[in-house]
């Protein structure tokens, strides 16, 4: 079992404001502000493993902030744009776990790690056809700085050492600029009969990072292929019955990130022998009453 360290405290603080603007009968703007606080300690324990470290301390704060603007000229219809900023602090994981999750390569702790901060723009509409039909879509585009990813890195100096009686290349987690994810999303809701409803959600994402060995542009490694779901609902009095599908789509091979290809224990096989994630869907039912 691969050493971790040894951790000791671990401290979020955070104060928030939001307010609410009317601009007018149809316009609503939103404004929110928040600053967080990370503090985290971690002592190293070296009886196992080696550390070039013996703790490792993090300050880490930053501000983020969200403004949205909503126009809803009727109760059935409405338009919004938002645009935020996202942080997220490196955990004990991040800065202090030794992996071996690949034969020949070894992950090293990186204290040194700096907090991702995220950029969102997303923008949609949702619409009441009628009083029995509905629907909303949106798209939405993420880029990231310093996010973190593992790379190749140095431990001591070298860039392979020998761990368990094997020669590893060495890697670690570090910060890298160059990551963005955009998708789209759409769903509907039918009121077909008084007691028989039809929903549906549809979630498609695609992004791009760069890999440390090539220089070149790949997906990232934590980007969900299109999923979604759709269900028929049918109430009557005291019942509720529920059929529904789920759906996940594939991962082809040239859409794995290169870190991933790696892992081919992983994954199933394609036509090429190369490994991919296939996709699937399940069909499921489940009925409940309402005994009181």
Not at 129 to 135: D, G, I, M, P, V
Not at 222 to 250: E, I
Request: glycine share 6%; hydrophobic share 35%.
């Amino acid at each position: 079992r691969p050493p971790r360290s040894t951790l000791f405290p671990y401290t979020t603080l955070f104060r928030s404001l939001s307010m609410k603007i009317k601009l007018g009968e149809s316009w609503l703007a939103t404004v929110s502000n928040r600053f967080n606080y990370v503090y985290t300690y971690a002592m190293f324990d070296n009886a196992f493993f080696d550390f070039p470290v013996d703790e490792a301390t993090l300050r880490n704060k930053q501000v983020n902030n969200s403004l949205g603007l909503i126009y809803s000229p009727t109760d059935r219809w409405k338009v919004f744009a938002n645009f935020s900023t996202g942080f997220r602090a490196p955990n004990i994981d991040d800065i202090g776990k030794v992996f071996d999750s690949q034969p020949g390569n070894v992950g090293v702790p990186n204290p040194n790690l700096k907090p991702e901060t995220a950029y969102n723009f997303e923008m949609g509409a949702a619409i009441a056809a009628s009083k029995t039909f509905s629907f909303d879509v949106g798209a939405y585009y993420t880029t990231i700085d310093n996010a973190i990813a593992r790379a190749p890195f140095t431990f001591n100096g070298q860039d392979s050492i020998d761990f368990d009686g094997t020669l590893s290349r060495v890697l670690a987690l570090q910060n890298v600029n160059e990551l963005y994810v955009y998708g789209f999303q759409a769903g509907i809701d039918w009121k077909i009969l008084a007691s028989l409803r039809l929903t549906s959600t549809v979630n498609i994402q695609k992004g791009k990072e760069k890999d440390f060995d090539s220089g070149l542009n790949s997906p990232p490694t934590h980007v969900a292929p299109t999923f979604g779901a759709t269900h028929v609902v049918y109430t009557y009095k005291k019942l509720r019955a529920n059929l529904y599908a789920t759906y996940n789509g594939q991962i082809a091979f040239k859409d794995l990130s290169f870190s991933e290809r790696a892992d081919t224990h992983l994954y199933a096989k394609d036509k090429d022998g190369n490994p991919y994630s296939p996709s699937w869907w399940t069909l499921n039912f489940k009925a409940s009453y309402n005994v009181m």
